[in-house]
């Protein structure tokens, strides 16, 4: 499926539907796909993940921090999010307004998918993680990637409960899945894992376990 839109393009490839990354097309005319460097040194730095699993690049899984209270979405290779309170898959699932439609006429009702406003409320924002490295663990048929906070004002939150700015790198374990389109519209599930490391979030990504989802 091809999307024609154009400027910031993250609401879209951290959402980005089970099926594979193909191309990115129009460079000219989006944003880098990560911030704070080129087009190219971008997709140079996109293409290491690619290399490692390229059937794996961008997929997104969602999860839960049952003991703060967090909603977590990994798009592999790319991106983490951590939004405080608990969302429902579903609803992280679309993407956000990030990017404007091609045709500048049309609205977000032109889309064929259904997508989400960016968040207005300051506590509903996410606090986001862009890959920084990304390296195999050949002994162990395991991919580590590492995604560091993207520092950003945020605006005061007075919820009552853990806060995401006290994370600075999120740590991703994943194996390489030749079988993930056979299994296609399911997503591969995540896991917050405990680690003493502190500033650290550490997740797991692989097959769904036998009456795993994504789910509270």
């Not at 300051?122 to 890959?131: H, I, S, T």
């Not at 920084?132 to 605006?155: F, I, M």
């Not at 600075?168 to 374990?173: G, H, R, S």
Request: with cysteine; glycine share 4%; charged share 20%.
């Amino acid at each position: 499926m091809q999307y024609d839109v154009y400027g910031n393009l993250f609401g879209l490839l951290a959402s980005h539907p089970v099926t594979p990354l193909v191309s990115l097309h129009h460079l000219d005319v989006v944003e880098p796909i990560f911030p704070n460097v080129t087009r190219v040194e971008a997709l140079q730095r996109l293409a290491v993940p690619m290399k490692m699993d390229s059937a794996g690049i961008m997929q997104q899984s969602i999860c839960y921090d049952k003991s703060r209270s967090w909603t977590v979405s990994v798009s592999w290779g790319f991106a983490v999010q951590i939004f405080r309170g608990v969302f429902s898959p579903r609803e992280i699932e679309m993407p956000s307004r990030t990017f404007l439609n091609w045709y500048r006429r049309a609205d977000y009702t032109a889309y064929a998918f259904n997508t989400r406003p960016v968040a207005r409320n300051p506590c509903q924002k996410p606090f986001v993680f862009y890959l920084s490295k990304a390296r195999s663990l050949t002994s162990l048929n395991t991919t580590v990637s590492e995604y560091q906070r993207h520092r950003v004002p945020h605006p005061e939150c007075k919820w009552k409960m853990a806060d995401p700015s006290s994370i600075n790198m999120a740590v991703v374990y994943k194996r390489p899945d030749p079988q993930l389109w056979s299994r296609s519209p399911r997503r591969n599930c995540c896991r917050v894992m405990s680690t003493k490391k502190k500033g650290t979030i550490t997740i797991d990504v692989g097959m769904c376990r036998d009456g795993e989802i994504s789910e509270v």
